[in-house]
């Protein structure tokens, strides 16, 4: 595809070609600014006279060090080796966050195994996710000191020290070759609000990656800016749109392998849990042109061997858990679909399956768990369903508690449970003894239909009261739920068993499903 860009004097091809397992290559031609300098790389290996090559290696969003059973089979191990192949190229390694959990493992070790990870893939510099906060801020520090690289965060600042928290940069130069490649880190507010509970300021993003970017390009005077961003892809497209200062626009938060071109800017997103990455080639041709390919490479075992170094280091984690993984709890009679395609925007058998098991526990009139609690992203398979696969599901061991709630209030929960439907949100909601219809494509606090809600096969009574399990997370207002911040707290998260350990121990009394 030939596009002719708006923007003077760029001109951008881009050409999107499929390759062998599964991997993608995009193409983008831009004529350059004549202050543009060019990057080099000791890889000349597909260099031509008068252009230079620098490489990228970009993840994001990865969780489990195991490798899978299927392909991508993916896993650390097996990244590092593929980092390895390509070492020749002296490529830049960024990632875009989404490590430290949720994963099997991090339920035991809070992260702690994915510092040796990170240093082996050389990373030169990362951002943080949502999931970096997990375990508090005061553990992220700790983390952060036992890495071999800088961390940036631009847009959220301490309010303590006006710096970025958890001892990160607000932006990092790599000089290469002789020449200054600027980094931003820009995240979106949204996953702020649930995921950090100390004080911190935000900036927003649109604003302050155009303040960053110039700064660096006019005052640093770096040659390329390349934005590591963790947020959905409508606002990585927003600042595409409207930071044009920005070069390079590689994204995280999203587990879907993608490339865009937004306002002439090649913005990529690298999959997600080690099963793929991009190699991006930078080739400046002479002193006018460069020409941009980002190919998706997939984990697979029949390419890459595990790292030996690496796999044994972890054994003194997985040693530690493994033993109590395969404890099987139950037999399923169906496949169990917990992808966040599925559970994000529809009603699955998993989500039912869970919240029917609460709502057995404990004898309430409802549940509603937002999805974004269900973090395996797969489909279990029927048969024996083991510590494994409920630790995958719900590693977070969420804390519960019990609400009086309205029917007034509990639609204006409903509302927030699909105000986000279009982008994949884990704020969509998994429920038992709720019935509902919604319009996605109503206004935003408009969309349920009320004469469809039912409660126990009952109409929905606006002024009756209703017993509600929900998360405390969901109680304390996050991921947008904050009505339920209004309702009365019939038994609080201390009186409460906490959602792993209540369908843990729901399963181990039952013989078969």
């Given at each position: 595809m030939l596009f002719q860009s708006t923007r003077k004097h760029f001109i951008h091809k881009v050409i999107i070609t499929s390759k062998v397992n599964h991997n993608r290559e995009s193409k983008r031609l831009v004529s350059r600014m004549p202050s543009f300098d060019a990057i080099a790389s000791e890889d000349n290996n597909n260099s031509t006279n008068g252009s230079t090559i620098v490489s990228i290696l970009h993840f994001n969003d990865s969780y489990n060090v195991e490798s899978r059973s299927v392909e991508p089979s993916g896993g650390?191990?097996?990244?590092?080796?593929?980092?390895?192949?390509?070492?020749?190229?002296?490529?830049?390694?960024?990632?875009?966050?989404?490590?430290?959990?949720?994963?099997?493992?991090?339920?035991?070790?809070?992260?702690?195994?994915?510092?040796?990870?990170?240093?082996?893939?050389?990373?030169?510099?990362?951002?943080?996710?949502?999931?970096?906060?997990?375990?508090?801020?005061?553990?992220?520090?700790?983390?952060?000191?036992?890495?071999?690289?800088?961390?940036?965060?631009?847009?959220?600042?301490?309010?303590?020290?006006?710096?970025?928290?958890?001892?990160?940069?607000?932006?990092?130069?790599?000089?290469?070759?002789?020449k200054k490649i600027g980094i931003i880190g820009l995240v979106e507010e949204q996953w702020l609000r649930d995921s950090i509970d100390e004080p911190y300021i935000y900036r927003d993003f649109v604003s302050e990656g155009k303040i960053l970017a110039k700064h660096l390009k006019e005052e640093e005077t770096v040659d390329f800016v390349i934005a590591l961003t963790h947020m959905r892809w409508p606002n990585d497209c927003l600042l595409a749109q409207n930071v044009s200062e920005i070069d390079l626009i590689l994204g995280g938060h999203d587990h879907d392998y993608q490339c865009r071109r937004v306002n002439?800017?090649?913005?990529?997103?690298?999959?997600?849990?080690?099963?793929?990455?991009?190699?991006?080639?930078?080739?400046?041709?002479?002193?006018?042109?460069?020409?941009?390919?980002?190919?998706?490479?997939?984990?697979?075992?029949?390419?890459?061997?595990?790292?030996?170094?690496?796999?044994?280091?972890?054994k003194k984690f997985t040693f530690a858990v493994e033993s109590k993984m395969d404890i099987v709890l139950a037999d399923v009679g169906s496949a169990l679909d917990g992808r966040f395609g599925s559970i994000r925007q529809r009603e699955t058998n998993l989500g039912n399956f869970v919240c029917d098991i609460v709502l057995a526990t404990t004898g309430v009139d409802a549940v509603l768990l937002n999805s974004g609690t269900f973090r395996s992203d797969q489909i279990h398979t029927s048969g024996a369903f083991k510590v494994r696969d409920l630790v995958r599901i719900l590693p977070m061991m969420d804390a519960l508690v019990v609400l009086n709630i309205t029917g007034r209030q509990l639609l204006r929960a409903l509302e927030c449970a699909v105000s986000q439907f279009a982008v994949l949100d884990g704020s969509f909601a998994q429920v038992s003894r709720i019935q509902f219809a919604?319009?996605?494509?109503?206004?935003?606090?408009?969309?349920?239909?009320?004469?469809?809600?039912?409660?126990?096969?009952?109409?929905?009574?606006?002024?009756?009261?209703?017993?509600?399990?929900?998360?405390?997370?969901?109680?304390?207002?996050?991921?947008?739920?904050?009505?339920?911040?209004?309702?009365?707290?019939?038994?609080?998260?201390?009186?409460?068993?906490?959602l792993f350990a209540l369908v843990k121990n729901y399963l181990e009394s039952v013989a078969n499903l």
């Open positions: 650390a191990p097996r990244l590092v080796t593929a980092f390895n192949a390509h070492k020749h190229c002296d490529p830049l390694v960024l990632f875009s966050g989404d490590i430290m959990a949720p994963s099997i493992m991090s339920s035991f070790t809070k992260g702690e195994q994915m510092i040796p990870v990170l240093n082996a893939l050389g990373v030169d510099c990362a951002l943080f996710g949502n999931h970096e906060f997990d375990f508090g801020v005061p553990h992220l520090k700790t983390f952060v000191s036992q890495t071999h690289f800088p961390w940036v965060l631009s847009n959220v600042l301490d309010p303590e020290t006006n710096r970025p928290m958890a001892g990160a940069l607000v932006s990092h130069i790599i000089h290469r070759n002789g002439n800017i090649l913005c990529v997103k690298s999959g997600t849990d080690f099963r793929q990455f991009s190699k991006i080639d930078i080739e400046f041709i002479g002193s006018e042109k460069y020409e941009i390919k980002c190919k998706e490479i997939s984990v697979n075992s029949f390419d890459f061997n595990e790292d030996r170094e690496l796999k044994e280091e972890l919604f319009h996605p494509n109503k206004s935003v606090g408009n969309r349920v239909d009320v004469q469809s809600v039912r409660i126990g096969g009952q109409c929905l009574d606006l002024e009756k009261k209703y017993r509600l399990v929900t998360k405390d997370f969901l109680h304390r207002g996050k991921d947008g739920y904050n009505v339920l911040k209004e309702c009365e707290v019939l038994l609080n998260e201390d009186q409460c068993c906490n």
